[in-house]
């Protein structure tokens, strides 16, 4: 692979992880937001509901995920890979899976965090009727798209996609291919450090393009006042609003089960393995114990 495909290769991998963690974000962001009191159906609340607005609401257990260690992650894969020699798209899904995992709830705390839309609640709504009757111009759907609540979706996507574009740690380890990847290669080949700045033009460029924009647009925002003076609206009843309900629930348990699970779980399962395996090593050996108080 080339260095200009390898680039392309992180370009394509973090717009897919933007897109899908913003719309998981936003699901997400309306089950927090209205998943509250009493479930939808008027008999007894069931438990599952119950802790299924619990995770909802809880930003501590959303936010575990993307503190866990890079190495800890990719180590606990590099093993995995042996399984995937054939099968090098599969090895690609896998490190696709754990960034939206861990970049999820950064998208989720940029809706909920970043200021409110300059577009009121009745327009947002009107706009939402609009989109479903297919009534209004493109341009004017565009329009209305953007002073409501285009910029906010706009930035926690662009956010997501350029932490994924510039994860190195787990990319590296799992030999997804990528920007990382081509130039943690060439550097073991013997590519010299200052004759590697050189490989970073287009990473920086790509990242340059998604972030100076972003950055422009809210301070613009908040030399308009926008940012201080606006108030957040609170989302208006709509149809099948027990129906969006359940969605949301349904992704938080599926998000919680795969993040955990592939991020959470099983990392700290290989360590805690690794780490009573090598017990006994460490135990008959009294100089390595040596070497250890003294580095100490």
Same mark, same amino acid.
């Given at each position: 692979?080339?260095?200009?495909?390898?680039?392309?290769?992180?370009?394509?991998?973090?717009?897919?992880?933007?897109?899908?963690?913003?719309?998981?974000?936003?699901?997400?962001?309306?089950?927090?937001?209205?998943?509250?009191?009493?479930?939808?159906?008027?008999?007894?609340?069931?438990? &599952?509901?119950?802790? =299924?607005?619990?995770?909802?609401?809880?930003?501590?257990?959303?936010?575990?995920?993307?503190?866990?260690?890079?190495?800890?992650?990719?180590?606990?894969?590099?093993?995995?890979?042996?399984?995937?020699? #054939?099968?090098? &798209?599969?090895?690609?899904?896998?490190?696709?899976? !754990?960034?939206?995992? *861990?970049?999820?709830?950064?998208?989720?705390? $940029?809706?909920?965090?970043?200021?409110?839309?300059?577009?009121?609640?009745?327009? #947002?709504?009107?706009?939402?009727?609009?989109?479903?009757?297919?009534?209004?111009?493109?341009?004017?759907?565009?329009?209305?798209?953007?002073?409501?609540?285009?910029?906010?979706?706009?930035?926690?996507?662009?956010?997501?996609?350029?932490?994924?574009?510039?994860?190195?740690?787990?990319?590296?380890?799992? *030999? $997804?291919?990528?920007?990382?990847?081509? !130039?943690?290669?060439? #550097?073991?080949?013997?590519? /010299?450090?200052?004759?590697?700045?050189?490989?970073?033009?287009?990473?920086? =460029?790509?990242?340059?393009?998604?972030?100076?924009?972003?950055?422009?647009?809210?301070?613009?925002?908040? +030399? *308009?006042?926008?940012?201080?003076?606006?108030?957040?609206?609170?989302?208006?009843?709509?149809? /099948?609003?027990?129906?969006?309900?359940?969605?949301?629930?349904?992704? $938080?348990?599926?998000?919680?089960?795969?993040?955990?699970?592939?991020?959470?779980?099983?990392?700290?399962?290989? &360590?805690?393995?690794?780490?009573?395996?090598?017990?006994?090593?460490?135990?008959? +050996?009294?100089?390595?114990?040596?070497?250890?108080?003294?580095?100490?």
């Amino acid at each position: 692979m080339s260095y200009e495909t390898a680039v392309l290769w992180s370009v394509g991998r973090s717009l897919i992880a933007g897109v899908v963690c913003l719309g998981l974000a936003r699901i997400l962001v309306h089950g927090r937001s209205v998943y509250g009191g009493s479930p939808a159906n008027s008999g007894r609340p069931i438990r &599952l509901a119950a802790i =299924g607005r619990w995770a909802l609401r809880s930003t501590g257990w959303w936010l575990v995920p993307f503190f866990v260690p890079g190495l800890v992650v990719g180590s606990a894969y590099r093993n995995v890979l042996l399984s995937f020699v #054939q099968s090098p &798209l599969l090895n690609e899904l896998l490190y696709l899976f !754990i960034v939206i995992a *861990q970049l999820t709830p950064v998208a989720l705390l $940029a809706l909920e965090w970043l200021p409110a839309a300059p577009l009121g609640a009745t327009g #947002q709504f009107l706009r939402r009727q609009m989109r479903r009757q297919r009534s209004g111009t493109s341009e004017e759907w565009w329009g209305a798209w953007w002073v409501s609540e285009g910029p906010r979706q706009w930035t926690a996507g662009t956010l997501a996609a350029l932490l994924c574009f510039q994860e190195v740690e787990v990319a590296t380890l799992m *030999q $997804a291919h990528g920007w990382p990847e081509w !130039i943690f290669t060439k #550097q073991i080949g013997g590519v /010299g450090l200052v004759e590697g700045w050189r490989f970073l033009i287009l990473p920086v =460029g790509y990242g340059l393009l998604l972030t100076v924009p972003t950055l422009w647009y809210w301070l613009w925002m908040g +030399r *308009q006042g926008f940012a201080t003076n606006a108030v957040r609206p609170e989302p208006p009843v709509e149809d /099948g609003h027990s129906g969006r309900r359940g969605l949301a629930l349904m992704v $938080a348990g599926l998000w919680g089960v795969v993040s955990w699970g592939l991020v959470v779980v099983w990392p700290f399962v290989n &360590l805690a393995i690794g780490a009573v395996g090598g017990r006994g090593v460490i135990r008959l +050996r009294g100089a390595l114990w040596q070497e250890i108080g003294d580095a100490l």
